[in-house]
């Protein structure tokens, strides 16, 4: 029988740098016995933990379909003899319930000899802030201090918590070998070739990085947009607008300040104080994982690799870098707020203007 490497994430941990490659080298893999088959299931386990999380009867919950029994099967198994590759970070939300991810590792079975589940890991404070970028992708209106209390819950021990009470084969990887611009196809190509067991496969590389975070500038002038935004609707009045507008108007928003902004500082809402405060919290929370799957990953999750607190607010830029924030804030959001598809009253150019004027008076108590 064949064997399958399930990749789970978590997310940001170059889950779509990693799908792309795969995608890529498609042809490849398949030359060397391996199946890649792109997961078509983020909606079916979605769907899955929603209803599980407003479903207040245990009875309830026992009577709803797992996410595999519903999504296609030609998603996990094909028909070929080949070793097969899946990868879909969604999967890491069932990482927590030993019930959950058991009866998927049994469904699994019945068709491959060995399933080897890979997790990605990276430093703790990077992985906090790029999860911040995240969040602000859409109509997020947000506070930087609120993040600290992301900080202070991280611990592996309950985010794979599931996991760790089966014997399920796991495979830990670091994230800085799947994005270095110099190793990573020699890292990822051993890492498939060590849990697969095939020798010496070689997969051609990709261009730019997948979903590149924002840097302090970049943070600052989406969450300078965010609140005068929600400020100007209120609440009540973004829960009626087009979610799908939403997200591809802040694709279009953040393209434009990484291409007005191609050198931008690292972002970070904690100081190094902070950082080294929640270090030993951190190792005290994730003990069991770390003893029942050491190795040279622990280093780089565990140790701060931003060194300075960085909290770059619009009204505390340089001049020029001012001038060209407020153009982009003045631009898209007289084009978001006019789009005739959320009928609103038109909103004049002038009016735009004075809302980021007032906003930026009162920057510094909006967002810190």
Not at 44 to 54: A, L, M, Q, T, V
Not at 185 to 206: D, P
Not at 251 to 272: D, G, M, V
Request: aromatic letters at 10%; one cysteine or more; a positive charge.
């Amino acid at each position: 029988m064949p064997k399958i490497l399930i990749h789970i994430g978590p997310p940001k941990t170059a889950t779509t740098h990693l799908q792309r490659l795969l995608k890529l080298n498609t042809s490849i893999l398949k030359n060397n016995s391996i199946d890649y088959l792109p997961a078509q299931f983020k909606d079916y386990i979605r769907s899955y933990h929603k209803k599980k999380r407003n479903t207040s009867l245990i009875a309830d919950k026992n009577s709803l379909k797992s996410w595999f029994l519903t999504a296609p099967e030609t998603n996990f198994f094909n028909k070929s003899s080949n070793h097969v590759i899946i990868s879909e970070e969604c999967i890491f939300q069932s990482a927590k319930d030993s019930k959950e991810i058991h009866q998927f590792d049994n469904f699994l079975s019945q068709s491959y000899s060995e399933r080897i589940y890979l997790i990605v890991l990276r430093e703790i404070n990077t992985y906090t802030t790029s999860n911040i970028s995240q969040a602000i992708k859409g109509l997020r209106c947000f506070n930087y201090r609120n993040c600290i209390e992301e900080l202070k819950k991280y611990s592996l021990d309950r985010s794979f918590s599931g996991m760790m009470n089966t014997n399920m084969n796991l495979e830990i990887a670091k994230f800085s070998d799947f994005i270095n611009q110099t190793n990573y196809l020699t890292n990822i190509s051993s890492v498939l070739e060590k849990t697969l067991g095939i020798s010496r496969i070689k997969l051609e590389g990709i261009n730019g990085v997948s979903n590149a975070s924002l840097g302090a500038e970049g943070t600052a002038i989406h969450l300078a947009y965010n609140n005068i935004i929600q400020k100007h609707l209120g609440n009540k009045s973004l829960a009626y607008l087009n979610k799908k507008i939403v997200i591809k108007t802040a694709r279009k928003f953040r393209k434009e300040i990484s291409n007005a902004f191609s050198k931008q500082q690292k972002f970070c809402p904690f100081s190094i104080e902070e950082q080294n405060k929640f270090k030993d919290l951190h190792l005290a929370k994730s003990q069991k994982f770390i003893d029942r799957f050491p190795g040279n990953w622990i280093d780089e999750v565990f140790t701060p690799t931003i060194r300075d607190k960085n909290i770059t607010l619009v009204s505390e830029m340089n001049l020029a870098e001012k001038e060209i924030s407020i153009q982009i804030l003045e631009h898209h959001i007289y084009e978001f707020l006019n789009k005739p598809c959320f009928q609103l009253n038109p909103t004049s150019l002038d009016d735009i203007k004075d809302m980021i004027n007032l906003f930026l008076k009162q920057e510094p108590e909006i967002v810190l």
